[in-house]
């Protein structure tokens, strides 16, 4: 199908839909089953939980080339979707948990605040997908253009396969290692409130990244609230060669 959608009920399961225009699609109810969506145009949709569905359904719709563009998502999750090769430059993803979605070679930019996005299924979802997986497939992402405020990746997802902004951000390896070897030295500390916060921010930093290998944090925001000084010597311990 090309071109534009309308009427009061969309329903489309099993088929491929492309160069879709859907700023311009009027509907009440959309109903979008195991589909293909190519090149479709979401570009500044304020998405509503009309559009839940689109996201959510089963069998999964793949997205692939399409274009999201300062389009807002915050009211909708991404659900079981899977997004290849489609753009987010300046997408609202503020509050964004993507539990079961799968992002391949897709672009970001802009800011996004408050995200979370899983390498493996998770929540009240992850036993009912279809098609079924043990992994969300997560590669070749492009975030070098992104400011990720409180946002992070968890739940095994590969760092290294991703693109990261140039500045401003640590990559760590074998974290939970690091975090063992930065708890016994800030147990070293005699600053008794500086050390208080330090072990606060590691203990929050390895409950959050329990189930993740490799971890990439934004300078000057921590897990928790931590005095930034503190967090400096933190990162610093962390980061030295294990």
């Known amino acids: 199908m090309h071109g534009e959608i309308g009427g009061r009920v969309l329903v ?22 195991g589909s293909l969506l190519v090149r479709c145009d979401f570009r500044g949709i304020g998405f509503d939980p009309r559009w839940q569905a689109l996201f959510s359904a ?7 080339e399409c274009i999201f563009d300062r389009a807002d998502l915050r009211r909708l999750h991404p659900g079981q979707a899977r997004f290849e090769a489609c753009t987010f430059e300046d997408a609202n993803l503020d509050g964004w948990t993507s539990y ?29 997908l279809d098609p079924p997986r043990e992994k969300n497939e997560f590669r070749g992402n492009d975030f070098s253009r992104v400011e990720l405020v409180q ?10 396969a991703q693109h990261w902004p140039n500045q401003g951000y640590v990559y760590l390896d074998r974290i939970h290692q690091r975090i063992t070897r930065a708890h016994a030295e800030v147990m070293r500390w005699r600053d008794l409130d500086g050390r208080k916060a330090a072990l606060a921010l590691l203990q929050a930093t390895s409950l959050l990244y329990g189930k993740q290998r490799e971890v990439i944090l934004r300078k000057g925001d921590p897990a928790v609230p931590t005095p930034p000084e503190v967090e ?11």
């Open 151 to 160: 946002t992070v990746f968890v739940n095994g997802i590969d760092v290294l």
């Open 58 to 64: 089963q069998p999964q719709n793949i997205f692939r």
């Open 100 to 128: 079961c979605a799968e992002f391949v070679e897709c672009r970001f930019g802009g800011r996004i605040t408050n995200a979370r996005f899983h390498g493996r299924p998770w929540g009240p979802d992850a036993e009912h």
């Open 232 to 242: 400096e010597r933190v990162l610093d311990s962390l980061a030295r060669v294990l």
């Open 12 to 33: 489309f399961d099993r088929g491929v839909l492309e160069d879709v225009d859907f700023l311009r699609a009027s509907f009440d109810t959309l109903t979008i089953t």
